[in-house]
């Protein structure tokens, strides 16, 4: 097993910056891809970044690339988000994500086998 805990949502004005971190323990040595969606109300929840241990490779959606950084510390076990010009769309619960199990793609939800419990982003016009 393998758990997940997510911090540093928070409420910024369009334009801001925030930054997320998602801390995995347990199992992690099993574990390469470590991603973010998010879920805004009403709507599916939505790919953002991926990340892999292996080679380091990363993933955007086309709607962040350009404004959000996804990076991770190894030794830490620990995945983050770097989400600069925010704007008012961006506004959802972010969840972390670990562990593919390859049912689908990269960008679906159902691909992954651990989740956070999510953190709040809300982005003011």
Do not use: H
């Amino acid at each position: 097993q393998v758990q997940l805990v997510e911090s540093g949502g928070g409420l910024v004005q369009a334009g801001g910056s925030l930054s997320l971190s998602c801390a995995a323990s347990g199992r992690t040595v099993s574990v390469d891809a470590m991603g973010w969606f998010r879920q805004a109300p009403g709507k599916e929840r939505e790919f953002v970044a991926l990340i892999r241990r292996s080679d380091g490779g990363t993933y955007y959606a086309p709607s962040v690339k350009g404004r959000f950084t996804i990076s991770r510390d190894n030794a830490k076990n620990t995945v983050y988000l770097q989400m600069n010009s925010l704007k008012p769309e961006d506004t959802a619960v972010y969840y972390c994500a670990a562990d593919r199990n390859y049912r689908g793609a990269y960008w679906s939800k159902n691909d992954y086998n651990y989740w956070g419990q999510g953190t709040q982003v809300t982005v003011s016009s």
